[in-house]
């Protein structure tokens, strides 16, 4: 039986959307959760049916989102900091939280160790193309300075964890620059550029950032900088472009009004697309683990798909499977 540890008092919203998640989890799918946070509080959550399915450890202490990264070296008995030394003795499978991004990657990074031979971990994320699907970018925030060999291990790491949760094999790897022309990019992106070349027969080459939502490839290598302004810009646009259209329809006629009642399923399909809630949480890749980062405004929903991104990870082996592509290419 598969043991995931969750850190159920982390997130923004305290335990109550994350223990939903878990219980909504453990009815799809079979498997252990370790809830790691104030038993007191969890236990009566857990009904009477799924306490068979569920183990408590113990802790009151969580590391909280104004706190420093680093904080959680210092804090043993934080539940990051259990959760993570549950899987570092093999005492689980995989570790999920929505709880301080930082604190859970310095914790994993230096607990887990990275795979051996990755320089660097990344953290990856999916991104809506017109395409119906996802395109996968990384680094999204764990390295804001890279080098070349760092663009191409995400490349490298990207490519065997999108062949899993992408359900392919011919996974098409791009490197995000200011344009398109092998000429293009700084001169960290043009080795990249020629790195990812001779090791990838479906490199597609230099890409731009409106080629993520076109679904141009299934990847996206740029360094966490970059990676990072490049998801919270896009979360930000999405955000703007619903609250413009609510309130257009708001000022608009009767006409106008009908008209976006009748599109309301449209709406919610758009908002399907674009919800975070329907993939959960974004793998630390190179560690030494199933590292799982869920948003710390997680709802219910999205832990739950988080914990099955544990899963789908652990059923794959991924972490071995990164291992075994370092030594092909």
Known sequence: MRKIAIDAMGGDFG???????????LKEKDFIAYLVGDEKILKPMIPNNLLDKVRF???DDFIKMNESATEALKRPKSTIYKSIELLKQKKVDGVVSAGHSGATMSLAT???GRIKGIKRPAIVTFLPNIKRNYTLLLDVGANVDCDAINLYQFGLMANEYAKVVLNKNDIKIGL????????KGNSIT????KLLKESFPNFYGNVEGSDIFKGTTDVVVTDGFIGNIVLKASEG???????????EIKKSGILQKIGALLLKPVFKGVKKVTDYAEY???????????????HG???SKAIKNAIFQALKYIDNNVTEKIQESLKVH
């Open 297 to 299: 405004k997680s709802n």
């Open 237 to 247: 646009a999405a955000d703007t472009i619903g609250k413009i259209i609510k309130e």
């Open 110 to 112: 230096l607990k887990l």
């Open 190 to 193: 043009k080795e990249a550029y």
């Open 176 to 183: 995000l620059s200011n344009g398109e022309e092998e000429s």
């Open 280 to 294: 959960g949480g974004a793998p630390l890749l190179g560690v030494n683990g199933c590292v799982i980062i869920a």
């Open 15 to 25: 335990p109550e959307p994350i223990i939903e998640g878990v219980l909504k989890a």
């Open 57 to 59: 450890i113990n802790s």
